[in-house]
């Protein structure tokens, strides 16, 4: 069974790049008037999260933006995947070396149903949804990307994690094979993410598959990755193979590797800088060639996401816990 058959992608929620492009042409007509630090997790464990209740409409809000999304071309060349290389052109210029079918990922931890799941199956008989989200990375560029997924929460759930379950870890594929780069240790392989439970659940979260409507490229983390859209760009792990339900605040690659300047809950922060440059601006990526970026704008708290998100952080030190 295709990925296709296994989810339902209704056709019509698919947007190509032209036609966004055309909306946003006559949207623009319609709307001729302007309308418009320090780092490192000191203590092992931060305090449990506040309870929060989020509406559905409040969680929509955050799905769609009327920002212009970046080219299929540079979301596709201009990437960070440190398995195929650490120059931004690299995972895009590597050999297509990574099988991605078939494709199993192992979910265990403290979940009454743990298991190893063929795609199809951890993905069957959900919708699939386009959903335009902002990736800001750590180093200060950033793009806006028509995401196609499913809420992770929808697929975590399907496991049933217990009540010890306050945390989620993500593994990548580590396959030297597969992946050339692994051979050189850029990084502590493998790959490995964490978020906590709740930011797990959260309706923005996604298990993306695609952009624009087209299945993941290797270069993005084909065949699923995370995107996880308040926090850094590294926090949104790719080719994921491994899910675990854990108790104590997981280990991650780049919190090890400098962990005093990528902190476990990474979420964008214009006011926390990371100790060697600031975070208030960004560009975003915005085509190739003389003018790659566009011009520096002001970063958002939770990058643009606080009305959705900040609730899970009431009385949490943004500082320490960065
Ligand atoms: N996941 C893995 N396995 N390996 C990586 O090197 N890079 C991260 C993240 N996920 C990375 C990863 C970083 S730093 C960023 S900014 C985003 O992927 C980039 O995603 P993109 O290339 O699709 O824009």
Redesign the pocket.
Known sequence: MSLRDALKIPASQITDESVYMDRRRLMAAFAAAPALGLSGCVEAEPPAPPKTTLTAAQAKSGYRTDETPTRYED?TTY?????FGTGKADPSRAKRTLRTSPWTVAVGGHCAKPGKVALEDLLKGLTAEERVYR?R?VEGWS?VIPWLGVPLASVLKRFEPTSQAKFVAFT?LADPRQMPAVAWPALDWP?REGLRIDEAMHPLTLLAIGIYGKPLLQ???APLRLVVPWKY??K????IVAIDFVEKMPETAWHQAQPSEYGFFSNVNPDVDHPRWSQKSERRIAGTGSKLFADRIPTRMFNGYAEQVAGMYRGLDLRKWS
Not at 79 to 83: G, H, I, K, P, S
Not at 236 to 239: D, E, L, P, Q
């Open positions: 979301i990437n960070n995947f440190y398995e990736l990375c793009m990548t790959y270069q993005n983390g760009g590294f949104s792990i790719k080719s």
